[in-house]
């Protein structure tokens, strides 16, 4: 079933679009840095960047749409918690994290989290569009 997005879940989208994509770039340019600062692997760190560029470019394309899927914005919701998860275990695994490697990865598991409340809340406020 199609909808018109609240502006709320559109700009909960475009936040976690524009953040996706600016962590990217960080993590895609600044790799060897963060490799010595956090701990964490720099295929990791690249590989994670292009999942991060990626998934930036849908949610983008998702906001920017004048209908959409509720089952698509569940998967979103439903992907940003699995990505949540998914990072802290990957990050528990690694014994070479160091403090501040832990410290991002535990953020950006929560700010995911928070990507994925505020866009069940935009998807709530959404109203129905019969097609």
């Known amino acids: 079933m199609l909808f018109h ?9 475009l936040s976690n679009a ?10 895609m340019l600044a790799a060897g840095l963060l490799t010595r600062q956090l701990g964490l692997p720099s295929p ?4 994670a960047g292009v999942a991060y560029m990626s998934w930036g470019l849908v949610l983008g394309t998702l906001a920017l749409r004048q209908s959409v ?17 998914a990072s802290i275990l990957a990050v528990a695994a690694m014994p070479s994290a160091t403090r501040p490697g ?3 990865v535990l953020a950006q598991a929560g700010c995911a989290l ?13 109203s129905v569009q019969s097609t």
Request: glycine share 8%; proline share 4%.
């Open 69 to 85: 899927s509720r089952a698509h914005v569940r998967a979103v919701i439903g992907f940003n918690v699995a990505w949540a998860l």
């Open 44 to 47: 990791l760190l690249l590989i």
């Open 5 to 13: 997005p609240s502006p709320y879940l559109r700009q909960g989208l």
């Open 18 to 27: 524009t953040t996706n994509v600016g962590l990217s770039l960080f993590m």
């Open 114 to 126: 928070m990507y994925a409340a505020l866009q069940q809340i935009g998807l709530q406020r959404s």
């Open 102 to 104: 832990l410290a991002l």
